[in-house]
C-alpha cells in the first residue's frame, strides 16, 4: 500500500501578507492550495521537507496533519495574551499534549505521531476547517477539547500513571458540538465508554446570555471600554475572547472547570463497567429480539415443514440451502418449545424420505441435522 501524508495550515486571526503568500508557495511543489488563510500539501511518496511546526509559528494559527499508517497531529498557536497559560498547562501530558513558547506566542501541539497508530479511514475526510473552532473554544477558556485528548492519553499513552488525578473536568462533556465532535471521533478515536464515564462528573455548560453581556457591559469601567474599543477598532482578533472572559466574571459567572478528583486507574475501570453494562443490555434485547421470532415461527411451524418440503422437491443446491436454514430454524423453536425429540422425528423421517440425495444429505450432516 502507497504512503499517503496529509498538511493543513490555516489563518485565523489574520490574513497572510502578499509577502507571506510567496513564502508559503514556495516551501513545496506539491502545494495543493494556497490562499491568504489556507495552505494545503499532500505526499503519496516522499514528505514534506520543512518543520510543518515551524511553519505553522512563523504563518498560521492551526494545523492539522494525518497519515494513512496512523499518525496524527494537531496544533494551535495563541498570543501569550488570550490564553490562560497555568490552565492549559494542567492537561499537559509529555510526548502528548504539550504547551510551549515561541516569541510572542504560545503553542498547544497534540502529537499522535509516535503511539498506538488510529483508525486513518477516520481522518481520512478529515480537513482542519471543522476542528479550527477548537482555538477559540480554548481561547475562551473552553478546555473541553484538552480534557478530550488527555482521555485519548489514558487509553494509550505511557506517560499517565494509572495513579495520576485527572485534571480540571470542564463542563458540558456530555454536549460536544461539530468541532468537538470530529476531534474525539475522527482524529482521537476516543473510548465512548471512557468519555461517558469522565462526563459523569461534567456539569451542563452554562452558556452566557446576552443578558449577563448587557449587565456586565454596564459595570466596565470607562477606562477599559476605551481599551476594548480601541483593540476592536484596529482588528485585533484576540479581543472578542479576552472581552466575553472579562464580562463573564464581571456577571458573577464562573465558567472555569471542576478540580479533577478520579485517577486515570478509576476513569478505566468505570468505562469497563459501562461496557459490560452496555454488553449484557444489548445481549437482553438480541435474546429478547430472538424469542419473539421464534414465537413467531412457532405460529407457523407447519406451513414452514410444507415450504422446506416444497424446496427439497426442486432439487436444486440454492433451494438445499434454503431448507437447511429453515430446518436450523425450526430446531431452534423446538429447542426453546423444548419439543425436541418431535423435531428429531420429523426430521429422521424427512430425512429417510430423500435418502438418495447425497447434496442434501451433506448439507443436513454439517447443519448438525
Not at 520543512?50 to 492539522?64: G, K, M, N, Q, S
Not at 473536568?169 to 464515564?197: K, M, T, Y
Not at 419473539?292 to 436444486?316: F, N, P, T
Request: one cysteine or more; charged letters at 35%; hydrophobic letters at 40%.
Amino acid at each position: 500500500m502507497s504512503t499517503y501524508e496529509y498538511y493543513e495550515w490555516q489563518a485565523v486571526d489574520r490574513p497572510l501578507s502578499s509577502v507571506q503568500l510567496r513564502e508559503v508557495s514556495r516551501l513545496s511543489s506539491h502545494m495543493e492550495v494556497v490562499t491568504p488563510v489556507q495552505a494545503v500539501v499532500t505526499y503519496s511518496w516522499g514528505s514534506f521537507k520543512h518543520d510543518p511546526i515551524e511553519v505553522l509559528l512563523r504563518y498560521f494559527d492551526a494545523f492539522l496533519y494525518w497519515a494513512n499508517w496512523g499518525s496524527r497531529e494537531l496544533a494551535f498557536r495563541f498570543p501569550k495574551a488570550v490564553v490562560d497559560r497555568e490552565l492549559l498547562e494542567a492537561y499537559w501530558v509529555d510526548d502528548w499534549l504539550t504547551l510551549r513558547e515561541s516569541g510572542d506566542y504560545l503553542w498547544l501541539d497534540l502529537d499522535m505521531a509516535s503511539h498506538e497508530p488510529g483508525r486513518w479511514e477516520e481522518a481520512e475526510e478529515l480537513g482542519l476547517s471543522s476542528l479550527v473552532p477548537l482555538r477559540q473554544q480554548i481561547i475562551e477558556g473552553d478546555c473541553r477539547a484538552l480534557y478530550l485528548a488527555w482521555l485519548k492519553a489514558v487509553e494509550e499513552s505511557d506517560s499517565i500513571d494509572p495513579e495520576d488525578l485527572e485534571p480540571p473536568v470542564p463542563a458540558g462533556l456530555r454536549e460536544l458540538d461539530p468541532s468537538l465532535d470530529a476531534l474525539a471521533w475522527s482524529l482521537l478515536d476516543l473510548d465512548p465508554f471512557l468519555l461517558e464515564a469522565a462526563a459523569a462528573a461534567s456539569p451542563p455548560r452554562r452558556a452566557v446570555s446576552d443578558e449577563d453581556l448587557a449587565g456586565a457591559l454596564a459595570k466596565l469601567p470607562a477606562e477599559e471600554c476605551r481599551a476594548y474599543l480601541l483593540q476592536l477598532v484596529r482588528s485585533e482578533a484576540p479581543v472578542r475572547a479576552s472581552l466575553r472572559k472579562r464580562l463573564a466574571r464581571l456577571a458573577g459567572l464562573d465558567l472555569s472547570p471542576r478540580p479533577g478528583s478520579r485517577t486515570a486507574a478509576r476513569l478505566l475501570e468505570e468505562a469497563e463497567r459501562l461496557r459490560a453494562e452496555d454488553r449484557r443490555r444489548r445481549q437482553e434485547a438480541a435474546e429478547r429480539e430472538r424469542r419473539r421470532e421464534l414465537e413467531d415461527l412457532a405460529k407457523r411451524e407447519d406451513s414452514v415443514w410444507r415450504e422446506i418440503d416444497a424446496l427439497i422437491q426442486r432439487g436444486q443446491p440454492g433451494t438445499y440451502d434454503k431448507a437447511t436454514a429453515l430446518l436450523t430454524r425450526l430446531r431452534e423453536v423446538a429447542e426453546f418449545q423444548n419439543r425436541l425429540p418431535g423435531f428429531e422425528a420429523r426430521v429422521a423421517e424427512l430425512k429417510s424420505r430423500y435418502s438418495r440425495r447425497p447434496s442434501l444429505m451433506e448439507r443436513l450432516k454439517d447443519a448438525g441435522l
